[in-house]
Each structure stands twice: as structure tokens, then as C-alpha cells.
């Protein structure tokens, strides 16, 4: 890497964050201009801040790291997702790709790994370890994305009628959502489905 690259990291263990930017404040050609410790909190800074990067966690209160690739996609695509997990669920796989998340980094990787992945998103090039791909090619995730926004909503405790305020449904195009989500998901209830579909990363 020859020009510094801005990175933002969203991290919601404080410690754990701390220690990322740390690191990556070593090298010479990064420059951490900012940190939060989840995605709506990263939203707001990128309104106020010069940023290429973002290095995001994905399980995160509030608004998750997918859920934040989804909204920079949308509203800043010039900036890259990098997203780094413990997590090596499919789904989670194959909605960051979907989304065009540049890196798919597992925390327990070396520092160097962190570093040289940024190096060659930065080349254009996309980093997903191979054996992530793969997992990801073979997930077989039967929820469309309607379905999986209401069972996500639903599994957070929200009733009918609060899912389809929240979605700009009808109550009946909700419920049909998740009863069809329930049963694609071999499902006791609406609250196992979204058990079911946390489990499997596709929430």
C-alpha cells in the first residue's frame, strides 16, 4: 500500500476494538480516523468523516455489521466493507458477498492478515478465505429477504401489526411472510423460525 488508507472501526467489545485500532495504528499507511461500537453509531460518523474503509464486527446491538454493509451499499458506495467475525456461519457468508463486502476476515487471523487484506482490497481485489467460500456456496438459504425481515422483527419480540408498521406492509401480507418463512424452516412458531435462521446466520 503507497497512499494511507482512512479506516472506521465498528467493534462493539470496547476492548477488543481498542486493540484493533491499536494494531492497526502501527502501520505506517493507515490512518484509524474513527471507531464505534455499532452500525448506527458508524452511520452517523460517515456523515462527518473522510473514510475508504470500514472494518466492521457483525454481531453488534442495535444495527449489525450486514445490516451496515446493506446501508453503505446504498448510501456510500464508494466506501469498502471489511467485515471481521468469529462467526464463520454461511449465511453470513453469502449476504455479506451479496452485499459487496470486499473482505470476510475471521478475528483470530494474524494482524498481517488484517493489513495485507486491506492492501488488496485496496488493489481491487476481494479477500474470503477460500474455505469461507466455499461454505458459502454451499448454504442453502430458502428465506427470501421479505421473509427474513419480518422473522428477524419478529424474533426481537415485535407483534403483527409492529412488523407491518415497520416494514410498510399490511398485516396480512406480514403474517403471510412468516407463515411461509415458518414453514420453508420446518418451524414451531414464528419465534423458533427466527431462532432457527439466527442460527444458520441468515438473520
Not at 462493539?12 to 452500525?39: K, T, Y
Not at 478475528?107 to 466455499?134: C, H
Request: net charge negative; glycine share 6%.
Amino acid at each position: 500500500m503507497s497512499q494511507v488508507v482512512k479506516v472506521l472501526v465498528v467493534e462493539d467489545q470496547a476492548l477488543v476494538r481498542g486493540a484493533i485500532c491499536s494494531l492497526l495504528g502501527l502501520e505506517d499507511n493507515i490512518e484509524v480516523v474513527g471507531q464505534a461500537e455499532n452500525g448506527a453509531v458508524a452511520l452517523q460518523m460517515l456523515e462527518q468523516l473522510n473514510v475508504d474503509y470500514v472494518l466492521s464486527d457483525i454481531e453488534m446491538p442495535v444495527m449489525s455489521g450486514l445490516e451496515l454493509a446493506e446501508e453503505i451499499h446504498d448510501k456510500h458506495p464508494k466506501i469498502g466493507v471489511l467485515i471481521m467475525t468469529t462467526f464463520s456461519k454461511s449465511g453470513y457468508i453469502k449476504r455479506a458477498m451479496a452485499l459487496g463486502v470486499k473482505a470476510f476476515i475471521l478475528k483470530e487471523s494474524p494482524t498481517e492478515y488484517l493489513v495485507n487484506a486491506i492492501g488488496k482490497v485496496q488493489k481491487g481485489q476481494r479477500v474470503i478465505d477460500p474455505e469461507l467460500a466455499l461454505m458459502a456456496l454451499d448454504d442453502n438459504d430458502p428465506l427470501t429477504e421479505k421473509e427474513r425481515k419480518a422473522i428477524k422483527l419478529a424474533g426481537d419480540g415485535l407483534k403483527t401489526a409492529e412488523i407491518a408498521q415497520a416494514l410498510f406492509l399490511s398485516e396480512g401480507t406480514v403474517r403471510n411472510y412468516l407463515s411461509e418463512a415458518i414453514s420453508k424452516l420446518n418451524a414451531a412458531n414464528r419465534v423458533d423460525a427466527a431462532r432457527i435462521a439466527k442460527q444458520k446466520g441468515w438473520i
